[in-house]
Structures are given as structure tokens and as C-alpha cells.
């Protein structure tokens, strides 16, 4: 099989003072930004679980071991360096990376068919992989540079080229309106502020451009998919750290936003036509998702397509699925 696609390489300025960029070093203010593994690394700061040194490290030694692994291989790889991980949740975080091109199938038919795609947060490509079978034009930008080294061998392993950038969401090294899309999965939930991540994708989008979100729902009826509690949405934030240290022994917990919550924070962030529904997801998800999820999936399918039910879902259901136009002339 032949895959014909597109790759356009947009251009970059400086995330910290947005001056350009000349052989990866700004003009303006004298950061450098390394090449890592072969990718960009364009980030200030890194994530809150490895600092910047460590963190290259890590992807650097996974880029050495890529050649000769799948992506299977490689994610097992990954979790056999990662030992703050617990082993009885490397299952699951592997079938979420064995999983991601099906999930990312579902979210892809929502992107425009024409002009340029970022997706922030794109983790280990699984989005990527979809849309690009697709022929959209998309790139994938992640604070986890060692995630970008596995979205490679995702994208390698099929033949897709897809440009991948390390950077914050909340620092993006793209000029103001480099694109017609801005896709986010997953991601809002994870960082210290969300409208600032908004805020920087209005930044990025042409005045007109769309935005699309899913997160999960503060108010689900299900359990955290993170810290593996029930309610924890429904317990005051001020109280959430202590109750998770107690109940999970110092895991950081994520912040997930209700409906009314990511409305009000993209409209601040300069999004108008903002709408949130609970996605739509086929059936056929469940097949890739493991065995204690599979009905859970199918009724969920099956409700979502059910006026009153997604009424439910749309409060409190597991995931929300946030649309907005950028806001400005066109
Ligand atoms: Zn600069």
C-alpha cells in the first residue's frame, strides 16, 4: 500500500518572545531550541514529571532502542524505564497507546477535510495516524518529548510523515493565525491553567478558525480515568490534592473541567459559536479498548445517540466535546 501525504512545515518563531527563529536560535532574546532525538525541541520548560535534562535523556535512549521495535515494543519499552508507573497499570496504559488510532479515528471525522491542523497534546500520535490516512494536513506538538519519539514509530510504522514539535501548549512556537484548526484531546485536564492553553490556540487559529476539544467531564458519573476514584469531580477543589494524597499516596490529581466551566473559559479565551456536546463515538471503539470497558463503550455508543439520553451525557457523562470559532475579523 502506496500513502501519499502532505507535509507542510509551518513557520516557527520563538515561544517565549514569538521573534524568529534562525537555525533553532532566536534572534531576539538568544534562547536556543536543540534538536532532540531529531525532533524539535521547542519548549521552555518541560512537564511536571521529568525536568528538561532528564526528560531529553529519556527520549533520547528511547530513539536509540526505536530502530528495532514495533510500537508496541517501544511503549513496553518505555513503561520498563518508567518506574514510577504502578505494573498493574502498564496494561492499561499500553492497551490506551495500542487503542489511540481508534479513538482518534472518531475525533479525525470531525476535522475539516482542507487547510492546516494543529493538534496540542498529540501524545503518541494516535490522532495523527488517523487524520493523516485521512490526507488532512496536520501537525502534532507535546510537552513529552519521549511521547513524540513513539508517535514517530506509530506514524513510520505506516508510512505517514507528520511534522512533531516539543513545546508547552501554553507557549506554542507558531506566528499568530498559522492555522484553520486546533484540535485538543485529553489535554485540559493536565495542565496548571487551562485558559492560558486556550488563549494560545486562539493565538495560533486564523480569526474564523475552528476548535475542537474533548476532555473529560468534572462531573462524570464515572470513575477518574486518572487516579482511578469515584466522585472526585463532585468533592470542592480546594479539598481534591489532600483527598487524593490520602486515598493514592501522592498522586498529583488532574483538574477536569465541567460543561459550564470549559464554556466560560473558552469565551474568555476570545471563542464565539461555542457549543459542548458528549462526542459521538461508534461501537467499533470497543474492540480496541480493554475487556472490562467493552459494554460500557457500547451503551454509551448507543446512548449518545439518543436525544434525552444526551442530555444525561451532556452533564454527566465521562467525556465532553467543546466547538468554537475563533473569535475576530475574517
Ligand atoms: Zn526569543
Known amino acids: ?7 507542510v512545515t509551518t513557520e516557527r518563531v520563538c515561544p517565549a518572545c514569538r521573534e524568529p527563529l534562525a537555525d533553532w536560535s532566536c534572534v531576539a532574546c538568544g534562547r536556543d531550541y ?22 531529553r535523556a529519556k527520549a533520547e535512549r528511547l530513539d536509540r532502542l526505536a530502530p ?34 481508534a479513538r482518534g479515528s472518531a475525533l479525525a471525522a ?5 487547510g492546516k491542523i494543529l493538534e496540542l497534546g498529540c501524545g503518541t500520535g494516535g490522532l495523527l495516524a488517523a487524520a493523516a490516512r485521512r490526507g488532512l494536513t496536520i501537525e502534532g506538538v507535546d510537552i513529552a518529548l519521549r511521547w513524540l519519539v513513539v508517535a514517530r514509530r506509530r506514524l513510520d510504522d505506516l508510512g505517514l510523515t507528520v511534522p512533531l514539535v516539543a513545546a508547552e ?18 489535554l485540559l ?28 467531564n468534572r462531573y462524570s458519573l464515572m470513575i477518574d480515568p486518572h487516579v482511578r476514584l469515584w466522585g472526585l ?15 493514592r499516596g501522592g498522586a498529583w490529581p488532574p483538574t477536569c473541567l465541567s460543561v459550564a466551566e470549559a464554556h466560560r473559559l473558552a469565551a474568555n479565551a476570545g471563542f464565539e459559536s461555542i457549543s459542548i456536546e458528549p462526542p459521538e463515538i461508534p461501537a467499533s471503539w470497543a474492540s480496541s479498548r480493554p475487556r472490562n470497558q467493552q459494554s460500557l463503550i457500547k451503551a454509551y455508543a448507543m446512548a449518545s445517540r439518543f436525544g434525552p439520553m444526551r442530555v444525561c ?16 475579523p475574517a
Do not use: K, N
Not at 470531525?110 to 482542507?114: D, E, G
Open 1 to 7: 500500500m502506496t500513502l501519499t501525504t502532505t507535509t
Open 34 to 55: 536543540p534538536e532532540v532525538a531529531g525532533l524539535p525541541d521547542c519548549r521552555i520548560a518541560s512537564d511536571r514529571f521529568l525536568d528538561l535534562a532528564s526528560e
Open 68 to 101: 528495532g521495535l514495533d510500537l508496541e515494543g517501544l511503549a513496553e519499552a518505555y513503561y520498563a524505564m518508567t518506574a514510577d508507573v504502578e505494573p498493574r497499570r502498564r496494561g492499561f496504559y499500553l492497551a490506551h497507546i495500542l487503542g489511540a488510532e
Open 110 to 114: 470531525l476535522l475539516p477535510r482542507t
Open 169 to 186: 501548549a501554553e507557549h506554542l512556537p507558531y506566528p499568530d493565525a498559522s492555522f484553520d484548526a486546533v484540535v485538543v484531546d485529553s
Open 189 to 216: 485536564e493536565h495542565v496548571d491553567d487551562p485558559w492560558l492553553v486556550l488563549r494560545e490556540a486562539s493565538r495560533v487559529l486564523r480569526p474564523g478558525g475552528s476548535l475542537l476539544i474533548w476532555s473529560p
Open 233 to 247: 469531580g463532585w468533592i470542592p477543589r480546594r479539598w481534591m490534592s489532600a483527598y487524593v494524597r490520602f486515598r
Open 313 to 328: 451525557l451532556r452533564a454527566l457523562g465521562p467525556l465532553w466535546q467543546l466547538r468554537a470559532i475563533r473569535g475576530g
